[in-house]
């Protein structure tokens, strides 16, 4: 038999379903800004940051639309965070994501005399110590494609060279059909060419970290790190070690290498290059385990290797982009502010600013169906103007007359 009231609870059921609360509110942005926030780590959206010089990382953007890689005389060109806002808002931008010791391109040479940074008046000479990849002119990987790329039907994760910064998909890391690992299962990756052109780095293939080593309190300091660690050097041939020997109350596995690595660490700390064929041979995309940053030997041959071939970042634990993401998770999003703004009303005025939220909501909805029915571009000004008009609805006509009950 139908109940009779079932119409009337499912109606019900789906309005209570259709509400919202302003915690839902609030949960549903929390997991957005969070991602938001390990994009732009601790970024000013306000402020060039030229003037603040190379910095150890930032976000940074590419503008297409000013530099147009297309022209015969494009110069790539990378700007911050404040800039694509205030400078670049109505161009067409890439996402650069984070790149190291880069200076903003905004105020400079680097872009036509017709171009004004909004923030930092005047031009001034080009950053001659910035460094510039293919991703400048919105392209990536090996096979040099825009991301998204619109003739690319295959899903693809795309995976940060930690040394050059590039992205690559995934399917060509030369990994064959095992594919890369879960991003829970490693740190940081090299890819082939970097691994080829740094040979030593190889070595740290596979490399333990040790219980003991906590990456947060490992110093960036090449010289006070050698005291915390007591790894092996790559850099001189390793003698085989026993299985019943261990370092540091551990199997020293990682001093097992083959002839090849060997070899070719010698060459490097002869400041010669291995063999281009040799190097091709065991040159090989490198998943590394988060941590493994203090596992790199900070002998004086090692850090001077690290030195001279322009990649002593490696030996700094707050170069990496996890730390970098750890800053900008550190600042209060609009969750937390909700959260305490919440906490100090009373309930009669959580109500209402639950109701007023719904209303908007609804407003807002209605005001952007008019945009789909006419097949309409929604554009910034249109929605300016939505909150224009709301605020104004919102103030107290001063020329009506006074209402019955006010005497």
């Known amino acids: 038999m139908e109940n009779e009231n079932g119409p009337e609870k499912s109606e019900q059921g789906k309005e209570d379903k ?3 609360t302003m915690l839902d509110v609030l949960q549903d942005e929390q997991e957005l800004e969070e991602d938001a926030n390990a994009v732009l780590g601790a970024a000013d959206d306000q402020n060039c940051t030229y003037d603040e010089g190379y910095l150890a990382r930032q976000p940074l953007y590419a503008c297409l639309t000013c530099t147009q890689p297309e022209n015969p005389d494009f110069k790539p060109a990378g700007i911050c965070l404040a800039c694509s806002y205030k400078c670049h808002e ?3 931008l890439v996402e650069l994501y984070t790149k190291r010791s880069f200076r903003c391109d905004c105020p400079t040479k680097k872009f036509s005399s017709d171009h004004k940074c909004k923030l930092k008046p005047g031009k001034v000479e080009e950053n001659a110590k910035n460094s510039y990849s293919q991703n400048f002119s ?10 998204p790329d619109p003739e690319d039907p295959i899903e693809d994760e795309m995976i940060q060279c930690v040394i050059c910064e590039d992205w690559y998909h995934g399917r060509h890391l030369g990994l064959g059909d095992t594919g890369p690992p879960q ?3 490693y740190g940081e990756m090299i890819c082939r060419g970097c691994a080829r052109k ?10 333990k970290i040790p219980e003991s080593t906590n990456p947060s309190t490992t110093s960036s300091d090449p010289q006070s790190a050698s005291t915390q660690t007591n790894h092996p050097c790559k850099l001189k041939p390793q003698e085989t070690v026993e299985d019943d020997k261990a370092v540091d109350g551990k199997i020293a596995d990682d001093t097992k290498k083959d002839d090849s690595s060997t070899a070719d660490a010698e060459k490097a700390k002869d400041g010669e290059e291995p063999e281009e064929s ?3 041979a065991v040159a090989e995309t490198l998943f590394l385990p988060e ?5 790199i030997c900070r002998c004086e041959k090692c850090v001077k290797y690290f030195k001279s071939n322009k990649i002593e970042f490696l030996l700094d634990e707050k170069d990496t982009v996890h730390h970098y993401e750890s800053q900008g998770k550190k600042r209060a999003g609009q969750f937390e502010q909700g959260m305490e703004a919440l906490s100090q009303m009373d309930r009669v005025q959580q109500v209402e600013a639950i109701s007023m939220y719904n209303n908007m909501k609804t407003d807002l909805m209605g005001y952007l169906a008019s945009f789909a029915r006419e097949g ?3 554009k910034e000004e249109d929605i300016r103007k939505f909150f224009s008009d709301m605020k104004s609805a919102k103030r107290p006509r001063l020329d009506l007359p006074p209402p019955d009950s006010c005497k």
């Open 183 to 185: 991003d829970t299962d």
């Open 90 to 92: 109505r161009c067409e």
């Open 198 to 207: 740094y040979p030593l780095l190889i070595n740290y293939k596979g490399v």
């Open 278 to 280: 040799k190097a091709e």
């Open 138 to 147: 919105g392209v990536y990987c090996s096979c040099s494609r825009p991301y």
């Open 376 to 378: 309409k571009v929604v």
């Open 291 to 295: 941590g493994w940053r203090a596992c």
């Open 18 to 20: 259709d509400g919202v």
